[in-house]
């Protein structure tokens, strides 16, 4: 796979008896995808461990990633906005000019907490308030399971999973053992 920063061998495990979900989306070559994983090592070669893979349907997130990857590179070169005198996280000020060329943070970004966290762009409380709960507590390779989640945050089964569906689209989060283990990928600083 290339997403035009570099490109990384990406596999896929499928269980010989696993049931496809939905109807089967071939992928061809040359074809826009998410790809959700975690990156792994074996032999001195790094490659994706993909746990989920999708097309793209919708062009803005070719867009988006371009965005973000650009966002991550500077906050990695040059250090996060915090220390620009950007407090608050909001983009209005820089775009009328009055940044003086200081890097921007993508509108996902804001500094809660005394760090930078991430939210993906338009994110419901409800999964602001998942992110948070996970960010709260160390977590398990097998993921955290659903009533884990509900209890630690104040919500309903109902909201967690509505939440967690919409993490999962936003490639923040993935099923683990099974559809009731949710885990989260944050960004490496």
């Known amino acids: 796979m290339d997403d035009g920063t570099g490109s990384l061998e990406v596999k896929q495990w499928v269980e010989a008896t696993a049931i496809p979900d939905g109807p089967s989306q071939k992928l061809q070559p040359n074809q826009y995808v998410r790809v959700l994983g975690t990156l792994k090592a074996f032999g001195g070669k790094r490659y994706l461990n993909s746990h989920h893979i999708r097309p793209i349907t919708d062009f803005n997130e070719i867009h988006y990633h371009l965005l973000e990857a650009t966002a991550i590179h500077l906050h990695l070169t040059k250090g996060p906005p915090e220390q620009f005198g950007q407090t608050t996280g909001g983009v209005g000020q820089q775009m009328h000019g009055q940044g003086h060329g200081r890097d921007v943070a993508m509108g996902g970004m804001s500094a809660a907490g005394g760090g930078s966290r991430y939210y993906p762009p338009n994110a419901s409380l409800h999964s602001r308030k998942i992110l948070d709960v996970f960010r709260s ?48 990928m944050e960004p490496q600083t």
């Open 137 to 184: 507590k160390p977590q398990h390779t097998d993921g955290t399971h659903v009533n884990t989640i509900a209890q630690m945050s104040g919500l309903s089964l109902g909201e967690v999973e509505k939440a967690v569906y919409e993490l999962t689209e936003a490639g923040i989060a993935y099923t683990t053992t099974d559809d009731s283990h949710i885990m989260i």
